[in-house]
Each structure stands twice: as structure tokens, then as C-alpha cells.
């Protein structure tokens, strides 16, 4: 039976449910107040990927924590004001990044990446967006012997255990695969299965198009209030109101606010990145997408430059820019690979939203008959938005979804 539905946000998880709630029928409207694609989803990687099978835990050797506490790192950076707000969200962060606990939760994590490629695939193919993909994986690099041989157990045991494939490159070999790199690296990992988008925005708008096209409604506007109305819902924005008999959250990082005001509370907290898009000097080229693994930052050919994007750092939501990471990384690149100018007046910044136990939140919203859940993902919107669209859509409609949903409700917190 058709419903009239309204999803909020339209990032890659919000206009990948819509899309699959189009197909299946239903009046969607689709709300945001940036174009699809122009927030998050706009500045990551732009890798689907196969092999993140196990989720970014929280580092517990000693080691590590030392090397962080300076705050001068590529790979993660903090401000105390944003520790102190995520201060019990960050605390069983760490618990559940214990061993066990954390082998609990991969399952888990794995039967969501392992349906992601296919999930795009049946998107890409309907929306005709395959001039926007490369399908030749990306490369993690390493500059020493030792976290490469590290990497490589870690790699044989994924192949082993999920069965994703993986070629070990040496320094000569990584050489010959990307001639450009600084020399003397002791060699990588290229993940041959993933995806990569040459425009993950881009990517994004034309699924976007797709779910217009097929019926779907867009609305760009900004959310004012969101409240029950009779059996319904109802969302007044700065530009009128609209009804729905079911409302789907899927604001990313935004998400916490808006339930709060339903009187729900869930652990999220957000991890900012950014990026800066460059030129190559002259002669010199990036074939694949390539992750200097050990530093934490990573370099991808895409339409508008080589972009370079950071790793996290752990801020509050609304705090300002701090672009020293962002400098830091693009020091140490530009010795890596021979980076031309920046070619952004600006860098772009986001944030991913994550949760204590690394899993994204799909489902229903506990004590709220007809809202819905889609967000959380971490790391991960961008491969996992079209498989949450599938897996959200089918329990929507009373199906039997293809994957267990239990672990990833809302009421486990």
C-alpha cells in the first residue's frame, strides 16, 4: 500500500532510502536545506568499499595513546572542549573497542559492507552513473617493513575469514603501480574489489535525479520543527510545512539534535574531516587512490583534483575550523607525492556521525510510532548508504529483511 513518507537529509543514506522507498511505490518527499550530496557525502573519500569488514576502533595500546596526546598528528587530532562533550560516548567507544567486545560487533559490521558493492551496483546501473566509477580498488601504502608485514596478516586473515581479496605489493611493485610515490616505500596492500567515485557528490545527485525522476518529491528547505500530528507527522520548515503518515531520520550528525526534541536520546558523536582538492606538478600522475597508511591521510585522483582528505579529529559539532591538520597533512603529501597547487579557495570540512559501537543506527524509533532511523554510519555513509536505503525500505513495508536487523536498533543503548 502506498504511504505518503518524508525523509530528512540528503546525504547518500537519506537519498538512497528514498530512492528504494520510490521504487517500492510510495509518495516520498526527500528535505534538506543543501542540495543532495553537498554536505557530508560530498567531502569523503569516495570509496565503496568491500573490505572495511571490521569497524575503526578506538586505540587502547599504550603506544598510540602516547603518540596522540601531543595533538600533532595527520591521522587524529582533538579539542578538550569536544572530548569533554563526547566524554561518555568516547568512554564506551574504548570499552567496546576492548578485544572481545570488539569481535562481538564485527558480524555485524560485515554483513552490512558485504552487501554494500551490490547495493550500488543495482543504484549505478539504474541511474546510469557509471562515468562517475573506477572499479580497480585502492592502494593502503606503507613506509616500513614492519606495519606493511603487520597489514599483510591482518589482510590474509580478512581474506580467510569474509573472503575479500587483496594483492601484497613490495616497493618495487608499488613502484611500477604508481611510478610518482616517493621512493623507498616498503611496499602496500591494494584492496582490488572496491569502488572508487571520481565525484562522490556528484554520485550522490544522480541517484538524487534518479528518485526525482522516478516520482519522488525534493524539497530544499530547512527543518523549523518536527511533531506528531493525529496518526502522522508533521515538519514545519522556513518555507512551509509538510504532513506525512511516516518520517525517516537520516541527518547524520544533525540526527541526535532533532530526536532529542522527541525526547530520545542516542550516543552520537562526530568525527570531523576535510579536504583540499590539488594539482600535479608538471609530468606527474595518480593513477589509483592511495592511502599513506601510516601517516593517516589519503590522496585520490578525482574530477575536480587530487583530493586530499584527513583523517579525524574529534571536535564538537558546531565548533569553528581549525585547518592545522588539514596543513600538516598536506606537508607531508606533498614529500609523498609531487602535489601541485590547491586549486579550493577554501578546504571543505565535515563531520561523521558515530556511535559508541561503531554500528549505524537502522530501524525504528523506539516509543515513536511511524519515525524511522537511518544514520550513524561513521566512516561508512558513503558505501553504506544504498544498503541501509534497501534494508530500511524492506522493513518499512513488513518485509523480512535480508540482513538481521537486531543489532543495529536503537534500543540497544
Request: charged share 20%; with cysteine; proline share 7%.
Amino acid at each position: 500500500m502506498s504511504r505518503n513518507i518524508l525523509v530528512l537529509g540528503a546525504g547518500m543514506v537519506g537519498v538512497s532510502v528514498a530512492w528504494h522507498l520510490v521504487q517500492r511505490g510510495h509518495r516520498v518527499t526527500l528535505l534538506d536545506r543543501c542540495q543532495p550530496g553537498r554536505e557530508t557525502s560530498f567531502g569523503n573519500a569516495g570509496i565503496i568499499q568491500h573490505e572495511a569488514v571490521r569497524p575503526y576502533a578506538f586505540p587502547r595500546d599504550l603506544a598510540t595513546l602516547l603518540r596522540v596526546l601531543p595533538n600533532r598528528q595527520v591521522d587524529i587530532r582533538y579539542r578538550p572542549s569536544g572530548l569533554l562533550d563526547a566524554a561518555a560516548a568516547l568512554f564506551r567507544y574504548w570499552q567496546n573497542s576492548a578485544p572481545a567486545r570488539y569481535e562481538r560487533l564485527v558480524p555485524a559490521y560485515a554483513a552490512l559492507i558485504g552487501r554494500a558493492l551490490e547495493a550500488h551496483r543495482q543504484m549505478i546501473a539504474a541511474t546510469n552513473s557509471q562515468r562517475l566509477i573506477r572499479r580497480q580498488g585502492y592502494v593502503k601504502a606503507f613506509r616500513t617493513g614492519r606495519a606493511l608485514a603487520e597489514e599483510s596478516r591482518q589482510a590474509e586473515t580478512i581474506r580467510e575469514r569474509f573472503g575479500v581479496a587483496y594483492q601484497a605489493l613490495d616497493g618495487r611493485a608499488l613502484a611500477r603501480l604508481e611510478p610518482d610515490l616517493a621512493p623507498g616505500l616498503a611496499g602496500a596492500i591494494h584492496w582490488t574489489q572496491p569502488w572508487t567515485a571520481t565525484d562522490p557528490g556528484g554520485l550522490v545527485a544522480s541517484y538524487a535525479d534518479h528518485f526525482q525522476a522516478s516520482g519522488g518529491t525534493l524539497v530544499r528547505a530547512s527543518l523549523q520543527k518536527l511533531s506528531r500530528q493525529g496518526s502522522g507527522w508533521q515538519a514545519q520548515t522556513d518555507t512551509g510545512t509538510l504532513q506525512a503518515e511516516q518520517v525517516v531520520m537520516a541527518m547524520g550528525p544533525w540526527s541526535a539534535h532533532w530526536l532529542a526534541r522527541q525526547g530520545l536520546s542516542v550516543p552520537l558523536f562526530v568525527k570531523r574531516g576535510y579536504h583540499m582538492h590539488y594539482g600535479c606538478r608538471p609530468g606527474a600522475s595518480l593513477r589509483h587512490w592511495v592511502m599513506d597508511a601510516e601517516v593517516g591521510y589519503l590522496l585520490a585522483p578525482m574530477q575536480a583534483g587530487i583530493r586530499l582528505t584527513t583523517g579525524a579529529e574529534l571536535t564538537r559539532e558546531d565548533a569553528p575550523p581549525d585547518h592545522r591538520q588539514l596543513v600538516a597533512a598536506e606537508t607531508v603529501a606533498g614529500q609523498f607525492f609531487p602535489l601541485g597547487e590547491r586549486l579550493d579557495n577554501e578546504p571543505w570540512m565535515g563531520g561523521r556521525p558515530c556511535t559508541p559501537d561503531m554500528k549505524p543506527v537502522i530501524g525504528p524509533a523506539p516509543g515513536q510510532h511511524g519515525l524511522w532511523l537511518a544514520f550513524g554510519h561513521g566512516h561508512q555513509g558513503f558505501t553504506l548508504g544504498p544498503v541501509t536505503g534497501e534494508l530500511l525500505a524492506q522493513m518499512m513495508d513488513g518485509d523480512t529483511p535480508a540482513v538481521d536487523m537486531s543489532p543495529y536498533r536503537a534500543n540497544r543503548f
